[in-house]
Structures are given as C-alpha cells and as structure tokens.
C-alpha cells in the first residue's frame, strides 16, 4: 500500500515567549518519561526526565509536568531561543528488566525570530 | 555530542542485498538499543542489548539480526533488504538494564534502491 509520512504537530511560538509541548502517553504502568530533542540530521538529545513519583520537575529553562490521572506529560521552554527548533519526542518506559523506550509522533516547533 | 558513535554515516545499497551497522557506546555503559526511525513508523524500539547478551526485543524483522561484542559494540546486520527498510537507524547505550538514560549516536541514514 501507499505510504505516508506521520502528521507531524506544529508548534510555532515567537522568539522570546515560552513554549508548551504536550504528550500523551500510552501505559498506565509507565514509571519513567523522558524528553528529547531532535534537530534535522541529527540523534535525539537527551533534555529532562521525571519519574511517575514527582509531578513537576525544572532543568535550565525546562519544566516537565506529569500528569498520571490522565497520562499525560507537558515540557515547557522558557524563552525560547531559535536555537530551540527541533522536533521534540516525549517518550515513556515501562519499566521491569528492560529499558525499552516507547516514543510518541513528535512536536515540530518553529521560532519565529 | 552523545558520546555514542555510529557508522557509516550514510549507506546506500540495492533490494535484496546485506549491510551492517556498527555502533559503540558511550564509555561505560553496559546497555546497547537500536531504534528504527522512518516517515511512516517514527521511532521504534528494535532490540536491546546488556552486557553482550540480548535484553528485550521489540518490533524486529526476522531478516535483522544484531549482537553485541566483549568490548560492549554492538552491530545490527540488515539482510534481504527491501524498500521498506529504508530509515534512520540509531544506536543508545545507557549505563545499566534498568530504568536509566539513554543517550543517541548520530545515526545511519539507510537508503535502498
């Protein structure tokens, strides 16, 4: 059959103003969730974790909230820099023996200069 | 800059044919992912790696094969290769089998014609 790429989400915020990407995830007995950042050619970047036992959790300029009643995960930029475009993943893990990492579709965010 | 190295960069073969993809981890990690990514799929979770022994197994093809060697690199081998087939192909490595980051190499662009 006929092929088509994923739909990716478009967030298109100013230089500047803060950014909210959201994500919702799939098991309720994820214990782990990550964020990732993706630029074109490149891996994904590692940017900030929060276990299910913590709701908020802040890095440098970064802000992921957890929200296990509704399974879903939020990341926040502040101020976000053009630097800051990219493809961004949420990605849950089930926990157990293995570290086996389910991604979600993605959130392309564009800055605005 | 990961940490996590990759190679080759780019691979460009014809249907039916074999490859290799090699990837070494970040100094001391124990653990070895392959992710598949492609338009139509996103990022998925092939097989996992620990210690030279294999650890979880994801959405594999039974054509794709991987191991991973004393030294702890890993290389995921792609035989018969079909159209299909063509995708980033990313190695991560984390320190142990258990709920842990995982950090991304650069990946392998495969593309079969």
């Known amino acids: 059959g006929e092929s088509v790429g994923l739909h990716l989400p478009t967030l298109s915020v100013q230089e500047g103003d803060n950014s909210i990407i959201n994500c919702a995830y799939s098991?309720?007995?994820?214990?782990?969730f990550i964020w990732y950042k993706q630029e074109s050619g490149k891996g994904p970047q590692f940017i900030i974790d929060i276990r299910s036992n913590m709701d908020k959790r802040q890095g440098q300029r970064v802000t992921v909230l957890l929200n296990k009643t509704v399974k879903h995960l939020s990341l926040q930029i502040a101020a976000t820099q053009p630097g800051d475009s990219a493809v961004y993943f949420c990605a849950e893990n089930i926990g157990g023996a293995t570290n086996k990492l389910i991604f979600g579709t993605g959130t392309l965010l564009a800055v605005q200069p | 800059d990961s940490g996590v190295t990759q190679t080759p960069k780019h691979l460009i073969t014809a249907t039916g044919q074999r490859v290799t993809l090699r990837c070494s981890p970040r100094?001391?990690?124990?653990?070895v992912y392959w992710y598949q990514q492609s338009l139509d799929q996103g990022l998925q979770f092939l097989i996992q790696?620990?210690?030279?022994?294999?650890?979880a197994k994801g959405n594999i093809l039974e054509r794709f094969s991987a191991q991973q060697f004393p030294d702890l690199h890993s290389e995921l081998n792609l035989s018969s290769l079909e159209l299909g087939d063509s995708a980033l192909y990313f190695c991560?490595?984390?320190?142990?089998?258990?709920?842990?980051?995982?950090?991304f190499g650069p990946g392998t662009r495969l593309t079969v014609l």
């Open positions: 790696y620990y210690n030279g022994e294999e650890r």
């Open positions: 098991n309720s007995a994820s214990d782990y």
């Open positions: 991560a490595s984390s320190k142990d089998r258990g709920t842990d980051t995982q950090y």
């Open positions: 100094s001391g990690d124990l653990s």
